[in-house]
């Protein structure tokens, strides 16, 4: 391979997302539960919050791409559900929500020693359907190129998103390596436009699909030795 730039999904490849964002939504629904004590509220569960943000997330895909504004309106469609809407608490719950989104987030351990080597031999960057950004989650300054779906309208596996962030590297899709943890949206959608994929498969789950990475690793520390490091 002639790879001059890497690029990374976010959410469970460098973080762990559902530990953080079910962390948040614990002190979310705690509060909520201080607030408004009915016995709705108080029989409300975690998995049924995120059940309703992805009924919302559904409802208004295509036509609402800031995932904040999103997570916002979920809240509001769930003080709907317990029979007590309040758009002025939901803005309070969001707020609460995304200071632990936010201020919670731990790398994976293989993260920052894996970028310290690839760091002088490629160009990194950031490419997620999320809206983890490098400044929210120790990461500022180490990435080339970032490209989040919610700022270009365009999510994973969707080719004109890796076609945009190889314009943003400044390389062909050919010369730029992707590494997800998604089969689908990452080495599905590098394939897609000629991109060679890493999938990072942490858990060790067998691949019952028929799509192929070029390569499968289960920690981020294998990447350099793939590229002769």
Same mark, same amino acid.
């Given at each position: 391979m002639n790879i001059s730039s890497i690029s990374f999904d976010g959410d469970m490849t460098l973080w762990d997302f559902h530990q953080v964002m079910r962390r948040s939504l614990k002190h979310t629904l705690a509060e909520l539960q201080r607030q408004r004590p009915t016995p709705r509220v108080l029989n409300l569960t975690i998995d049924e919050m995120i059940a309703i943000r992805e009924q919302f997330?559904?409802?208004?895909?295509?036509?609402?791409?800031?995932?904040?504004?999103?997570?916002?309106?979920?809240?509001?469609?769930?003080?709907?559900? =317990? #029979?007590c809407p309040d758009k002025d608490l939901a803005a309070h719950l969001n707020a609460i929500y995304r200071k632990h989104r936010f201020e919670d987030i731990e790398l994976y351990p293989d993260v920052i020693p894996t970028f310290d080597i690839l760091a002088s031999h490629f160009k990194l960057g950031l490419l997620s359907n999320g809206n983890t950004y490098p400044e929210r989650c120790g990461l500022d300054g180490r990435f080339a190129f970032v490209v989040f779906s919610q700022d270009v309208q365009v999510e994973k596996p969707h080719p004109r998103i890796f076609e945009i962030t190889a314009a943003r590297a400044g390389c062909e899709l050919t010369e730029m390596l992707h590494v997800g943890d998604s089969l689908e949206n990452d080495v599905m959608g590098a394939r897609? =436009? #000629?991109?060679?994929?890493v999938w990072l498969n942490r858990e060790g789950v067998p691949n019952d699909t028929e799509i192929q990475p070029d390569y499968e690793v289960a920690s981020l520390a294998e990447i350099p030795v793939i590229l002769g490091l």
């Open positions: 997330a559904e409802a208004v895909k295509g036509k609402v791409w800031n995932l904040e504004e999103i997570r916002r309106g979920a809240f509001e469609r769930t003080l709907e559900h =317990v #029979g897609n =436009v #000629g991109a060679p994929s």
